[in-house]
């Protein structure tokens, strides 16, 4: 009977490596394409603050496409020319709405860590959150299977939405107290 267990325990075992070697194969032919947001309430400074990671090979592939520019290289630009270029590319991609009135999100800069941009933003003026819509279509045009996870801190609060080319927009809501 014991010997039946460890060859059951040993079976499971093969089935989860194996499903996990699946997994990795099928990873590295079709690649995840995602994006991480986390947006956080600043109440003592009244505003939202903005942290965007985005992989730089997925970020070069679609800025080529949407610059038309083919050898376009993201790792040969300067600071200010690809702050001007991301400035302009999340603009009509990144949008915040709060309590159903829109504001503007303000573009602070970016660095690179290891094969991820991080970009900053903040949306300055914000009193009090009690509603967020979010609109987050990056790298969607490039990227069929691209998600968007946005993450939204109020008061030690998390809320999270995952948002796609097919569901771009979404809406949370926090307790006000």
């Known amino acids: 009977m014991q010997e039946f267990i460890f060859h059951k325990r040993m079976f499971s075992s093969l089935c989860f490596i194996s499903t996990l ?5 099928s990873f590295l032919v079709h690649p995840m394409h995602v994006s991480v947001t986390e947006i956080e309430m600043d109440e003592k400074d009244k505003r939202l603050e903005i942290m965007m990671r985005v992989f730089a090979d997925d970020l070069e592939i679609t800025l080529r496409e949407s610059l038309k520019q083919p050898e376009f290289d993201i790792t040969k ?3 200010p020319a690809l702050d001007a270029i991301m400035k302009e590319y999340l603009a009509p991609r990144f949008k915040i709405v709060v309590d159903n009135k829109a504001v503007q999100s303000k573009y602070l800069g970016h660095e ?5 941009f991080i970009f900053y933003l903040e949306v300055p003026g914000v009193k009090k959150l009690k509603t967020i819509q979010i609109h987050n279509n990056i790298i969607t045009e490039a990227f069929e299977d691209q998600s968007n996870l946005v993450h939204v801190t109020v008061r030690g609060t998390v809320r999270s939405l995952r948002l796609t080319k097919n569901v771009p927009t979404d809406k949370l809501t926090f307790d006000v107290k």
Do not use: M, V, Y
């Open 77 to 79: 630009q300067s600071t």
């Open 112 to 116: 690179l860590e290891g094969d991820a």
């Open 21 to 25: 070697q699946s997994l990795a194969f």
